[in-house]
């Protein structure tokens, strides 16, 4: 009796939206081969994640069975697909799949990072099969927020996997291919054990809607602008740059793409042949000669990112543009959860000029790229999986998407991050959990969420920081009493002197106390002067900062 199973691995993107990883193995337990789908980041905050640049998917599980890696698969563009491809590689070192427009994208993140991009190889679609050890794989069109986003289909000698990517059921997406539901009919004829299936929308009730609905709205809301219109959305949303620079085309108004993401978008699109008849842009250079009611800009920014255009506008001048009263400011795009506080702070300050916002509050300027709970139960019918896997979305949406399989006869399991499932035997169930956690690009370097480096900073942030400096001298004296500096303090606490100067008093009292087994040993002297400082600060200004303490010693 063959001991080979079939397993199922999430390392992220399930229990949370972002950082896509996912590993199906084959084989012994211990011993399976396996391939990886999508190696995607997440995106820091000032809150959680202060400085940080980039976060990825911890994958020191991976790196340990980097013999046993066949292969990289990537279903779509993506930054929470892709991102993570060219930092990650290194410690993978493995071939990597993709679509046309897909493996350009990957190509240039190998590049950013140094890494060969030769390793990334560009396959046709269904029914093109890729051979990976015990893997066939072969990428099913299925229609999404940007082009190419492909279903996997994973045939394994225990049976077929459908692993859906990011979906929508749109049968007119306006650039990229429709979704063809007798083409996922047919894949899915012979059978399949699991369908491991997007859970983003599953708590919207409504049919989702096609993004060519959205086209007549954005065309009449541009025509009846008399300033100048700028329009932002995801850079990714081909389809919906391409209508948004039509409106204006059709408008008189010449368009301006403003952003390095959105530019390199369209390039690489128009490279890859997945976008045809683009209308003809200006350069921003040019523009300042265009009159503002002719102008028509598609910036980045959708999402309150501080570096992109449309917050760079929103503080005033970019590139020798200023919006001004009578203009349009458009957000054809939804908030990520989590980006509020950012696309606020870019509309007030807009208002604050006299800037009319509109954003998607209506549902006019804007389709999601995700499949709705009615779309992922057509999706249940039509695959009649064995196994539901609900993947991408937070652990409420797998849970709900668990419950949706059911309503819908299927037997669904909810697997988060971490947690390893058996997708062959009598009842598919968990059989392990792998430690999870995220890997933090901080500048130039990959640190670990347990480093204690965001830990710091967060600290530091919270409560501030003090340097208090010693000299001891060759007698084991301290030679002058100890200097502090303070940072992010108030300069003055209760007793309104100078908290620097209280600090440095009450480290003077307590040496001046000190026994000479302390004054001798450099670990002691640190601990009483960390804790002296911390009590005073709490006594002048109710925070206990964090301090360093440097102690110099002169020799003889």
Known sequence: MSTDEVIYLPLGGAGEIGMNCYVYGYGPKDRERLIVIDLGVAFPDMDSTPGVDLIFPDIAWLEERRDRIEAVFV??????????????????????????????????????????ETEVTTVDPWPHMVKAGPFEVAYLPMSHSIPESSALVIDTPKGRILHTGDFKLDREPGVGEPYDPELWAEVAAPGVLALACDSTNVFNPNPGRSEVLVGPEIRKLVEGCSGMVVATTFASNIARLKTLAEAGRDAGRSVVLLGRAMRRMVQEAVETGVLKDFPSTVAVEDASQIPRENLMLLVTGSQGERRAASAQLARGKYLGIEMKPGDTFLFSSKIIPGNERGVFRIVNQFSEMGIDVIDDNSGLYHVSGHANRPDLAEIHNLVRPQLVVPMHGEHRHLREHVKLAAQNGLKGILAPNGTMVQLTGNEPKVVG????????????????????????????????????????????????????????????????APLAEVLEDDLAQVLGRADDDVLIDDDKLTEIMRRTVRNSAQNEIGKKPEVTVVISRLSE
């Open 433 to 496: 959990y792998v430690e999870t956690g995220r890997t933090y690009l901080d500048g130039s370097s990959l640190i670990g969420a347990m480093d204690g480096v965001v830990r710091d900073r967060i600290r530091m942030a919270l409560n501030g920081h003090v340097l208090v400096t010693l000299i001891i001298d060759e007698n084991d004296d301290p030679l002058g009493e100890p200097w502090c500096e303070i940072m992010g303090l108030p300069a003055n606490g209760r007793s309104r």
């Open 75 to 116: 279903t779509h563009a993506h930054e929470d697909h892709v991102g993570g491809v060219g930092r990650l590689w290194s410690r993978l070192k493995c071939p990597v799949y993709a679509r046309p427009f897909t493996a350009a994208v990957a190509r240039r993140k190998m590049i950013e990072a140094d890494a060969p």
